[in-house]
């Protein structure tokens, strides 16, 4: 089936959604975006995502040409026409098209575009038997050059991690930041649990603010766990009895082993698979 995707007010089909080869989302990154997931035809944490998507593009100075109510429609638009119950769905917005110079002052007709599609989730295994993870050597951009907050549509650093842990045989790596803190992964956010406690690095530490780490925080807390943004270094993770990773996609996913060493007992330990369940309990309700 061809998919319809949304840009700027129009539902195209797949074949005919393009923009502009002077878009300088293309020529520069310069743009941001969010991801998000619908359950049940209903997207999950809607007004977190939107919010995020506001504050990244007025971070860059760049103004999206559309309401918030109108954006969350064309994404409730995208999603029944492409008859989506159950899927993910890429918010993009773009500075526009421009001149071959880096100047924003000359771009216009900033692109909103919204592609849904059915999810490519990990396999059962990973969440079963956990992830092998390992750090890789790219870190994460400097937040002087570029707060982490941001999700802009450079990625660059984190596709240069991914490739990284590719070569090493992972799906998911680790990138501490420049003070060699660990930060988080290429597409999600790391917790551990050392003692009975959840840990996860804090904002400063140049994290992507996720939505899910920021609920799995909140469940952890409502079940009684003790949680405590803290700076982490790998020995930490190495010591941890457990780690997971979080993020819209892979929601709740166990970490069994780290730079070849083994973490707790090797399994997803007790804490994970509760908090996991309490997630998936929440995202499906
Ligand atoms: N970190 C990075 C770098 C991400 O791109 C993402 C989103 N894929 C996350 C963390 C997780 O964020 P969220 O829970 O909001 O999806």
């Known amino acids: 089936m061809t998919r319809k995707i949304y840009i700027n007010g129009t539902l195209l089909d797949q074949q005919d959604a393009k923009i502009s080869v002077l878009d300088h989302g293309l020529l520069y990154g310069d743009g941001v975006f969010e991801g998000l997931r619908s359950y049940g035809g209903k997207i999950f944490q809607l007004e977190e995502h939107i919010e995020r998507l506001w504050q990244s593009a007025e971070a860059i100075e760049l103004e999206i040409p559309m309401s918030r109510e109108a954006v969350c ?3 409730a638009d995208t999603l029944r026409v492409n008859d989506i119950q159950d899927g993910y769905i890429r918010l993009i917005v773009t500075r526009g098209a421009g001149t071959l110079g880096l100047d924003a002052d000359k771009t216009s007709n900033s692109q909103v575009i919204v592609i849904a599609d059915s999810i490519e989730l990990y396999p059962d295994e990973f969440y079963e ?31 240069l991690a991914k490739i990284e842990g590719s070569k090493a045989g992972c799906v998911e790596a680790l990138m501490l930041n420049h003070k060699g803190e660990v930060a ?33 925080m909140r469940l952890a807390r409502d079940a009684g766990v003790q949680v405590r ?42 804490v994970t698979r509760k908090l996991s369940e309490a997630f998936h309990k929440l995202a499906r309700s």
């Open 73 to 75: 429609q064309a994404m």
């Open 229 to 270: 943004e803290t700076s982490l270094t790998k020995e930490d993770v190495y010591a941890a009895d457990e780690c997971f990773l979080t993020g819209t996609a892979a929601e709740v996913v166990p970490v069994v082993t780290v730079d070849g060493r083994t973490i707790g007992e090797g399994r997803p330990g007790p």
């Open 129 to 159: 038997k956990g992830l092998e993870i390992v750090t890789v050597s790219v870190m994460r951009n400097h937040p002087e050059a570029l707060d982490a907050r941001v999700k802009s549509l450079n990625y660059l650093n984190n596709v």
């Open 184 to 216: 988080e992964c290429t597409g999600d956010n790391i917790f551990l649990v050392r003692q009975g406690e959840l840990l996860t690095p804090p904002v400063e530490a140049s994290i992507l603010v996720g939505i899910t780490r920021n609920i799995v």
